[in-house]
């Protein structure tokens, strides 16, 4: 076996399939072209390798590369990048700027859609009102930072798929499954045009399509284990 074959073969990832955050880490490897095993880990039980990969916060996801772990999907996005730096596309821009401001907004992504859309699903106690409200204002700044970065083509990354696109990206399939749960639209193409003509062009292209789950599947998950999942969290309190 070459050597760039047993790179690829040694790629696993510790997750769960609903996890936006495994998704994303999916997609990048799937870009790149790396062959990776999705390790499933069960829902309220996290294994001995996931605690012993991840000691620190012993949270998923983690990409495991000939046993070495490297955690935080944002970071382990950037590592795949790295790791593969040979391998096309190249998912940060060159240019220091454009990469600055693609890490400022991807961490803006994680700021402001996982609490609310927990809220949204009912996986958290919250005011769901002021849940929509924030994601639909942080979609409108999103907007103008997709005319920004995009340069009029078709993705935040330009021609292909690149590192924000996969940072919000990877929350499109909660946010349409909310959009049914919650009986609200928050991808509202008559408020955001350009992001809602994205988002269904980053959903058809086939490595995120390999990686993102039907809405189906997430409404379906959330109706069966978000009450149960917010239950138990209440008896801890």
């Known amino acids: 076996m070459s ?53 620190v916060h012993k949270k998923i996801p983690v990409l495991l590369q000939h046993g070495r772990p490297v955690s935080e999907s944002l970071i382990i996005v950037q590592y795949v990048d790295e790791a593969w730096a040979s391998q096309a596309p190249a998912l940060l821009p060159s240019d220091p700027y454009a990469r600055a401001a693609e890490r400022f907004w991807a961490q ?74 919650a009986e609200i639209r928050l991808l509202d193409a008559a408020k955001v045009p350009k992001l809602a003509a994205w988002a269904d062009r980053f959903c058809a292209h086939p490595a995120v399509a390999d990686a993102m789950p039907e809405v189906d599947r997430f409404v379906e998950f959330s109706v069966k284990n978000d009450g149960a999942v917010k239950a138990a969290s209440a008896n801890y309190k």
Do not use: M
Not at 19 to 26: G, T, Y
Not at 127 to 151: N, P
């Open 3 to 55: 050597s760039e074959k047993q790179e690829t073969a040694s790629v696993r990832v510790l997750g769960r399939w609903p996890s936006p955050f495994v998704i994303r880490v999916l997609i990048a490897l799937g870009l790149k072209g790396v062959d990776h095993e999705l390790v499933e880990e069960a829902v309220g039980n996290k294994s001995e390798l996931l605690l012993a990969s991840n000691p």
């Open 108 to 181: 803006y992504v994680d700021d402001k859609f996982p609490t609310a859309i927990r809220v949204l699903r009912g996986r958290l106690d919250g005011d769901k009102d002021e849940a929509a409200a924030q994601v639909c204002a942080a979609l409108q700044h999103l907007e103008v930072a997709f005319a920004d970065c995009s340069q009029g083509k078709d993705y935040f990354g330009g021609d292909g798929v690149g590192y924000l696109d996969i940072a919000l990206g990877s929350h499109l399939g909660w946010i349409r499954a909310v959009e049914r749960i």
